[in-house]
């Protein structure tokens, strides 16, 4: 083909798309289009195109993307469908990031995105970041540039095998994953896309890879008919065979009833407030479900596992029955399957078979957790009712009463001499609390970053809904809660967000600074500096006695860093709450992306932190945790 008859194709090819999107927009969306008969069923479309139609029908279009010679020809799709008005494209500066960013917008609004990356290294940055959606259960698109399909030579960026897939073998390890080597394979590949991401329980991170040269490929009189639709449909209540009869038993018969909440109890708010109190019940929770019960309920013990609370730890001690519902047994969840040392039974509520049954001595209900809730609270209605108010209750209450009062002993000491610093400043306790309760006040959404802060964090965050705290439990991946704030430029419905980071979160993920003025990010990022990933030397000091290669004498000016990029509003949080509040008030007013400096303490002050009330198979603790652990034998 000659240099003129190939740019000719090309345009006419520009022309098609731009005539094709301009019919959809008109017509309200890919399905109008289709119905009114302006869009034909059969066309001749490229891969690329059709992908894009294909998610357009799904609601996917946002589309946050680090475009590489990988993945061109999606890029141009998705320009042609942004002029007209059907996608919005949010080209960042790191893969990472944009993950973080689309997991947040999933798990905030519930809005649907896709990240666009290049082949080789861009992809593999992508497929670190998506252990969060993966392990916090969020559905996101992963549209990865691939090596050819013709194996013409080695593709630069693949991995320098002789093998064929090695980018589909690896990419199966964290999730499902899809090759496009064959493009009319497009229907099954978004239909096995569509029911992982818009999985109604477990949903999680999907990746379809896209060989380079097969992406521009036309495909002939394409049917759209065969473009999949319709999630897969919630489960129902658990199937009976006894095993109603069997739960009702045991919480009749048990003393200390404790019930565990997991991120597959947020629907079940309603239901668990009622099942608390027929069973005499206290209940703890799991970081991503904090909110499902208000944090003041009196039968709310708060978090448990090995950076608990005083209470929910307490509580997780001395039950006999465990209820859980909607819950892994992460290994700082359950203190590494050492949490519940007297519980002789488990009713284990949940939709994946392996974590229903993964204690011993468990009566599994396998289906969703309002429906089932439901069932077994009828179930125990026809009994008779246990006493209200119990000693167990009794008791637990007033753990909970010595943690309020273990919380507020710290926020009222909210400053201690630092010598990092050569001054008093503020405790992350007390800078959290604050902050926290400011943002509560002014209907803010806060994003905890991994490492120390994210402990405290979710120690002291008291919480009365779902939704005001989004901290990443499961994968505790550094610099996701900075990465999370371009969330606020991606949604459809616009919020204020505050980021909670670690000195060592935000240099790993700093790219939200650019970014965040370039998509026009509304939200603060309040940065903890204390020069260290502060975690992990207080678990190096609690093992060892020393903390080693996990802190720095760097002194780095954070404030000239956020002020060297222009559009961001840099401010000095002081060293006073007072202070703090003053500085967010003023993030507050700015209409764009603000950063607050707050150096902090670290030190072996109890005042300093929270404090760990649970075990944990880490280090030196590991054998005397897993004696105990085969002791239990729960």
Request: hydrophobic share 40%.
């Amino acid at each position: 083909m000659s240099t003129t008859s190939f740019l000719e194709n090309r345009i006419e090819l520009a022309k098609a798309r731009a005539t094709r999107a301009q019919i959809i927009a008109s017509a309200g969306g890919v399905s109008e289009a289709r119905f009114s008969g302006a869009l034909p069923q059969y066309i001749d479309v490229s891969l690329s195109e059709a992908l894009v139609l294909g998610l357009l029908l799904q609601g996917v279009n946002i589309f946050v993307t680090v475009l590489g010679h990988g993945s061109t020809e999606i890029g141009e799709v998705l320009r042609i469908y942004q002029q007209a008005g059907l996608v919005r494209v949010f080209g960042v500066r790191s893969e990472i990031e944009a993950s973080h960013a689309a997991a947040a917008l999933r798990w905030t609004t519930g809005e649907k995105a896709a990240v666009v990356t290049s082949i080789g290294p861009g992809a593999l940055q992508a497929l670190s970041a998506s252990l969060v959606p993966a392990s916090d259960g969020l559905g996101v698109w992963y549209l990865l540039g691939d090596e050819t399909s013709e194996d013409e030579g080695p593709n630069m960026q693949q991995i320098p095998r002789n093998e064929q897939a090695l980018f589909l073998r690896l990419f199966t390890q964290m999730g499902p994953a899809y090759s496009l080597h064959t493009p009319l394979a497009l229907p099954t590949a978004l239909r096995r896309g569509l029911n992982v991401v818009d999985h109604p329980h477990r949903a999680g991170p999907f990746f379809l890879l896209l060989p380079m040269n097969v992406q521009a490929l036309t495909m002939p009189r394409f049917n759209l008919d065969e473009l999949p639709q319709g999630a897969p449909p919630r489960l129902a209540a658990a199937a009976d065979f006894g095993a109603y009869d069997q739960a009702a038993d045991a919480i009749q018969q048990a003393s200390n009833v404790l019930v565990r909440l997991g991120g597959g109890s947020r629907q079940a708010g309603p239901e668990i407030l009622e099942f608390l109190e027929m069973a005499d019940a206290v209940a703890i929770t799991a970081p991503v479900a904090l909110g499902v019960i208000p944090d003041c309920h009196p039968r709310n013990m708060t978090i448990g596992g090995s950076k608990g609370s005083h209470s929910g730890n307490f509580a997780m001690e001395n039950a006999d029955l465990l209820v859980v519902i909607g819950s892994r047994a992460v290994c700082q969840s359950d203190c590494s399957r050492t949490g519940y040392p007297k519980v002789k039974h488990v009713i284990n509520i949940n939709v994946d078979v392996e974590a229903a049954t993964h204690y011993n001595k468990t009566t599994a209900l396998l289906g969703d957790a309002a429906p089932t809730l439901r069932l077994l609270i009828e179930k125990l209605g026809l009994r008779k009712n246990k006493t209200p108010a119990s000693d167990w209750f009794r008791l637990c209450s007033l753990k909970r009463k010595e943690w309020n009062a273990i919380r507020a002993e710290r926020y009222n000491h909210p400053s201690l001499y630092d010598p990092v610093w050569d001054r008093e400043v503020l405790t992350q306790p007390a800078a959290i609390k604050a902050a926290t309760d400011w943002a509560k006040s002014n209907q803010a959404v806060c994003y905890f970053d991994a490492g120390d802060v994210q402990a405290n964090g979710f120690q002291i965050f008291e919480t009365e809904k779902i939704g005001q705290i989004i901290t990443d439990g499961g994968a505790s991946y550094m610099g996701f809660a900075v990465s999370a704030l371009l969330a606020t430029a991606l949604t459809k419905e616009p919020y204020y967000g505050v980021a909670f980071s670690g000195d060592g979160s935000f240099t790993m993920n700093p790219q939200i600074l650019l970014d965040g003025v370039e998509h026009g990010a509304r939200g603060c990022i309040l940065l903890f500096d204390n020069r260290r990933m502060a975690a992990i030397s207080g678990l190096q000091f609690d093992q060892y006695e020393h903390d080693f290669a996990t802190h720095d004498g760097v002194e780095v000016d954070y404030i000239a860093w956020a002020k060297a990029v222009r559009g961001v509003n840099a401010l000095h949080g002081g060293y006073s709450t007072a202070s703090l509040l003053t500085a967010l008030e003023q993030a507050k007013t700015y209409p764009g992306l603000s950063f607050v400096y707050i150096p902090v303490y670290f030190g072996p002050d109890e005042m300093g932190g929270m404090g760990v009330y649970g075990r944990w198979n880490v280090g030196n603790w590991a054998p005397d945790t897993q004696q105990l652990r085969h002791q239990i034998g729960l």
